[in-house]
């Protein structure tokens, strides 16, 4: 997923040519998703790891709501960071770097209101908090998925930047 915001994050989307080197932009951008894919990854397997399949539906329900929270938290640090990695200075530059960071922004409201609703997920039985859990995960995957919908087009420099850069190529690996 991450090679694929990379792609579409170097691609870019419309605007202007002022701004932050596209060597710097995308060094930026891909430690910014890079860290995003780490914290992502840490979360699933922290809630594969804490025994929450097995576990009763109140303790289970604390480990499901400390994964959103994680994915939450994830997603708006990296949605700073890449507001801070500025515009490329690029054709179109300002819609590169704002259609991504408005995706990820989406994705933030979405994946808070799945944390709101996380912590509303009833415990009485174990059938029902599956079927709360069962909502909430299909809310987080389409605020994830809304980050992947990010239309491109082309920026040759960008994408040239991204090859020559360890980070982007790190999120390849």
């Not at 990379?6 to 701004?19: F, K």
């Not at 060597?23 to 790891?49: D, F, H, P, R, T």
Request: charged residues 10%; hydrophobic residues 45%.
């Amino acid at each position: 997923m991450a090679t694929a915001l990379v792609a579409v994050a170097i691609a870019g989307c419309g605007g202007s040519s002022s701004g932050v080197s596209p060597a710097s932009y995308v060094k930026s951008l891909c430690i910014a998703l890079g860290a995003w894919k780490n914290e992502i990854q840490s979360a699933g397997l922290a809630l594969q790891s804490s025994g929450a399949a097995t576990a009763s539906p109140a303790v289970a329900k604390q480990d499901y709501q400390r994964f959103v929270s994680a994915l939450l938290s994830a997603t708006q640090h990296a949605t700073s960071t890449l507001r801070s990695a500025g515009t490329p200075a690029v054709t179109r530059g300002t819609q590169i770097a704002g259609g991504l960071t408005s995706a990820f922004d989406r994705a933030g409201t979405e994946l808070s209101r799945a944390n709101t609703q996380a912590g509303a997920i009833p415990t009485r039985n174990a059938s029902v908090f599956q079927i709360g859990a069962a909502a909430v995960t299909t809310q987080i995957k389409a605020a994830l998925q809304g980050i992947a919908t990010v239309t491109p087009s082309q920026s040759a420099q960008l994408r040239t930047a991204a090859g020559k850069s360890p980070a982007c190529q790190a999120l390849s690996g």
